[in-house]
């Protein structure tokens, strides 16, 4: 049983006055019930959904389900099933039954494989997906991704399902389709309540009750057949207009006078016989409401039930248990399996990767080749060596450096700034259905550290195996290196859970990336006040005057330092700052998810 009470939401703007979405929004219905809150764009539909998901705080008011109001016992994220049209929460390079299972395993704790695959089998077949099981999501129609869509939300076996324009956009016939099985998802469970928020007109008698919505005021709930006669229109498709002549108090406070008689006449909630009004009742319309100023609204109260199943008098031990989520370690294991079976699909990411991995070495070698033999001529003859080619090699140890830190810096932002931005509306699903936020990070971070941990490996061999080797302590420079890469990665990472799109996140690392270099003091000695307050913030600057103090000792490390004015780090303090920077980057990848929980 679920009640709203007085339910409002409002919105801060800048320099004008806070809008409101939802205005004492108060109604209820029980279970087995098939509910459509019906409005039109910017009637607060969506919003009301996304309140009771908990994708939106609660700002005012109370919503009460079982009997226990839900901003003092939460709701459980195993008792929510939410489906929106978007189709935002299907991985498209899984099939049907991938998708399914993986919603399984990271919701429902103790399930085994093979009781995962038995419950998707009964699932897919009971949401009309059993002919397409093994198809890939990224091919299914419209109607078909919607269909998965709800048979991942009924994993857990929820006793509320949210539903938000999930029959909006699609064909006539699919649309009828859709609404028939959000019916028999109510019909199945008779604790079970369905809510769709939609726009369309069509099919509302398949709702056990209609609410309508008028910029965020509720202005009807009742069967969907009574709304032509309460609204004084000839057909159904006049419903919007005719609610646009008349300010949306007006109609809320008419409904608030008839409330009380049409839930009576009807016996909506508890009546075998429900949506079959009462002969002897006499119902009024709001359309023949007279203009004049109408009496205050009620507000302040419950919404008037039958006294069997009114929320007062539903204890809390009529609330069903409710099955446990996943440990952490199960949820992980999960998550990386997805991923590397997504990787493993996608032939452009890998071939990315592999180009990465394998040319940019190569063509930072190819870049070097001219000048390899006079550095190992110049490391050969030791002291002896002139002057003039000491200066020379040290100059072009150093770029030699920059170049690997800098391909690695490039590779490390193609590894984290589109892993979780392109994944922010599942995030927001799965963490709604009991994914934690420690494992969906733990599981991108073990991802990403397979990449940063091959590149910068092979980045210093490869170039140490073509160079001949640099002199100095190549085991700290390797080192240096991998902890580069990953503390840019992570720095990515950070971007990547702060930023709406994967787009947006990529255009902000990348421009991160590119003021690297002249940032990094290797091409321009920046003034010691400007180098000490910009260079904490350089990944780039730590990786490579680190790698370069590993040349202490050599006979080139002295030319370089009277080339270069900029102050190098010692090895051990670069590798502290870049652990620094690590943690750092981990530190905005956690707050972005958290931002991203109810944005």
């Not at 699919?174 to 079970?192: G, S, T």
């Not at 709702?207 to 009742?222: I, K, Q, T, W």
């Not at 008839?258 to 709001?286: I, Q, T």
């Not at 992570?490 to 990547?496: C, F």
Request: positive net charge.
């Amino acid at each position: 049983m679920l009640e709203l009470i007085n339910l409002s939401h409002h919105v801060q703007r800048r320099g004008a006055e806070p809008l409101t979405v939802l205005d004492h929004v108060s109604l209820a219905a029980p279970g087995g019930h098939l509910l459509a809150v019906l409005g039109a764009a910017r009637s607060g539909k969506t919003t009301l959904i996304r309140t009771l998901s908990g994708l939106r705080r609660v700002q005012s008011g109370e919503i009460v389900w079982h009997g226990r109001e839900t901003s003092k016992h939460p709701f459980h994220p195993n008792e929510i099933g939410y489906v929106s049209g978007d189709d935002s929460s299907q991985h498209e390079l899984l099939n049907v039954k991938e998708n399914i299972v993986c919603a399984l395993l990271l919701r429902v704790d103790k399930i085994s494989k093979r009781d995962a695959l038995v419950r998707a089998d009964k699932l897919m077949l009971f949401c009309g997906l059993d002919t397409v099981s093994g198809q890939r999501t990224g091919s299914l129609t419209a109607p078909l991704r919607r269909r998965l869509a709800l048979a991942m939300a009924l994993a857990p076996d929820p006793l509320l399902i949210l539903c938000d324009d999930f029959t909006d956009g699609i064909d006539p016939k699919a649309e009828r389709e859709l609404a028939a099985l959000l019916q028999l998802v109510a019909k199945e469970n008779p604790r079970r309540l369905v809510v769709n928020a939609t726009k369309n007109l069509a099919n509302l008698g398949v709702y056990d009750s209609v609410a309508v919505l008028h910029e965020g005021r509720v202005c009807f709930h009742g069967p969907g057949r009574a709304l032509t006669h309460y609204f004084s229109v000839p057909q159904i498709e006049d419903l919007y207009q005719r609610l646009a002549k008349r300010p949306s108090q007006r109609w809320q406070d008419s409904w608030n006078r008839h409330r009380d008689s049409y839930y009576d006449a009807f016996k909506l909630f508890s009546a075998p016989s429900a949506g079959v009004p009462n002969k002897e009742a006499d119902l009024g319309a709001a359309g023949d409401d007279e203009d004049e100023a109408p009496k205050p609204a009620k507000q302040g109260r419950r919404v008037s039930l039958d006294a069997d199943i009114a929320v007062k008098d539903t204890p809390k031990a009529d609330a069903p248990p409710v099955p446990a989520r996943p440990s952490f370690g199960v949820q992980l294991q999960v998550l990386m399996q997805r991923r590397w079976t997504m990787f493993r699909r996608s032939k452009r990411q890998m071939w990315q990767h592999l180009i990465l991995l394998l040319g940019l070495p190569l063509t930072i070698a190819m870049l070097a080749w001219p000048e390899m033999k006079d550095l190992r001529g110049v490391l050969g003859a030791g002291s002896s060596a002139p002057a003039e080619a000491l200066m020379h090699s040290g100059h072009f140890a150093s770029l030699l450096l920059l170049l690997q830190i800098l391909g690695l810096i490039f590779m490390a932002t193609r590894n984290g700034s589109r892993e979780i931005a392109s994944e922010r509306h599942v995030w927001q699903r799965e963490h709604l259905g009991g994914l934690r936020s420690s494992a969906y990070l733990t599981s991108k971070v073990a991802f990403v550290g397979v990449l940063v941990l091959a590149q910068s490996v092979w980045m210093g061999l490869c170039i140490d195996l073509i160079s001949g080797g640099l002199p100095g302590n190549g085991a700290m420079r390797l080192a240096l290196m991998v902890l580069t890469s990953a503390a840019f990665t992570a720095i990515a990472l950070g971007v990547s859970a702060f930023s709406k799109s994967a787009d947006q996140a990529s255009s902000r690392v990348w421009m991160l990336a590119f003021v690297q270099a002249p940032l990094s003091g290797a091409l321009i000695a920046l003034p010691g006040w400007l180098s000490a307050v910009l260079h904490p913030f350089v990944t780039t600057y730590y990786g490579w005057s680190g790698t370069v103090e590993t040349l202490a000792g050599s006979i080139i490390y002295e030319p370089l330092t009277k080339l270069n004015a900029t102050w190098f780090a010692t090895p051990g303090w670069a590798a502290a700052m870049l652990t620094l920077h690590l943690l750092v980057g981990l530190g905005l990848a956690s707050l972005g998810l958290r931002k991203a929980e109810r944005s």
